[in-house]
């Protein structure tokens, strides 16, 4: 896929297996769970300090400028798959999306 993937530290993850830090199943990830069906969900400090270690430049973006980067490379992805064929049509690319992100 290229350059298209460029820009992300797979250690990130790698170092989160190591820790332990496993998500819902450990109780601590992206988020600290409480106990219970009904635990609380918090966002777990240690990763949020963790998470800064592989920040190299602040650029100042807003929240919403996060999330519409964020949600453009879904986009970006999804026209590629439909130009190379990879997928038939936009309702296969919303099944998968569907599928694939748990929404």
């Not at 298209?4 to 250690?11: C, E, F, K, L, Y």
């Not at 879904?74 to 936009?90: G, Q, S, T, V």
Request: proline residues 2%; glycine residues 14%.
């Amino acid at each position: 896929l290229g350059v298209r993937m460029d820009g992300g530290d797979v250690s990130l993850m790698a170092n989160m297996v190591e820790k332990g830090w496993l998500g819902k199943k450990s109780g601590q990830g992206f988020y600290t769970y409480g106990k219970g069906k009904k635990g609380k969900k918090t966002i777990n400090p240690e990763m949020e300090a963790y998470i800064k270690s592989f920040v190299t430049r602040d650029l100042n973006l807003s929240e919403q400028e996060m999330q519409d980067r964020i949600i453009s490379r879904f986009i970006n992805e999804a026209a590629k798959c439909l130009e190379d064929e990879i997928i038939e049509n936009p309702v296969v690319g919303d099944i998968g999306l569907v599928f694939g992100t748990g929404f």
